[in-house]
């Protein structure tokens, strides 16, 4: 049963502490997502890569949040310095490029203090 | 610019029936999506939708109106498991970049 899984599922951090989220997209899929959901946005698209490569990014906050895929089994979302306002629910989702739909991760949880 | 409209929350009876609607202006169109998310859940997939029509699948089913920028998910024999928010996306025209709405929270009563 192929999953999305990611990591921490909870996190707790101080304010200006570094926070790294990792994803491991199910085998085989060539695009990945990253989202942020929170209770006053939804669900917001960071950004999303398409056979490793970043194709956007435009909805993540440049100066403190980076995303990278180092290689194909791994996708990482950084924020430095973190702020109480990126308190959220972070989720990972992958995909194929010719198919439909999207498989979600569990989502990290992530608070701020 | 993008907008996606839903409900903010709809209750309906087990058994019964309820649509949820969705309108959408977006700069481009490649298709729609009808996720269900239970609360503390991640969303999962239900339906798709890039041609005008009707969407079966058991007892979810999903229209679409691209000339009206709109569409709208039908459960039938509602259960309580179906409590849960429903979100409508729109997926641009140039890749795979999905704008999600805010999401209607569905609640069933007995």
């Known amino acids: 049963d192929a999953r999305v899984t990611q990591t921490p599922r909870h996190k707790v951090t101080e304010m200006g502490q570094e926070v790294t989220m990792r994803c491991q997209p199910i085998l085989g899929h060539n695009t990945v997502f990253w989202y942020r959901q929170t209770m006053m946005q939804g669900l917001e698209l960071l950004a999303y890569f398409r056979n490793r490569a970043p194709l956007d990014d435009s909805g993540m906050p440049k100066d403190r949040f980076s995303a990278e895929m180092p290689d194909a089994t791994l996708a990482t979302l950084k924020i430095q310095p973190s702020e109480p306002r990126d308190s959220a629910v972070y989720f990972c989702a992958s995909g194929l490029l010719e198919a439909e739909t999207q498989y979600f991760g569990p989502g990290t949880r992530l608070l701020v203090l | 610019g993008q907008n996606i409209d839903q409900p903010t929350e709809m209750t309906a009876t087990e058994g019964a029936i309820v649509q949820i609607n969705c309108t959408y202006q977006?700069?481009?169109?490649?298709?729609l999506f009808w996720y269900q998310q239970h609360a503390g859940e991640a969303p999962t997939f239900l339906s798709y939708?890039?041609?005008?029509g009707l969407e079966e699948k058991g007892r979810f089913s999903s229209f679409l109106s691209r000339s009206k920028g709109y569409s709208y998910l039908l459960l039938k024999e509602l259960q309580m498991k179906d409590s849960a928010s429903y979100l409508c996306?729109?997926?641009?025209?140039?890749?795979?970049?999905?704008?999600f709405g805010a999401g209607t929270r569905l609640f069933v009563k007995a």
């Open positions: 977006t700069s481009g169109f490649n298709g």
């Open positions: 939708n890039v041609l005008d």
């Open positions: 996306a729109v997926r641009d025209a140039g890749g795979f970049k999905t704008i």
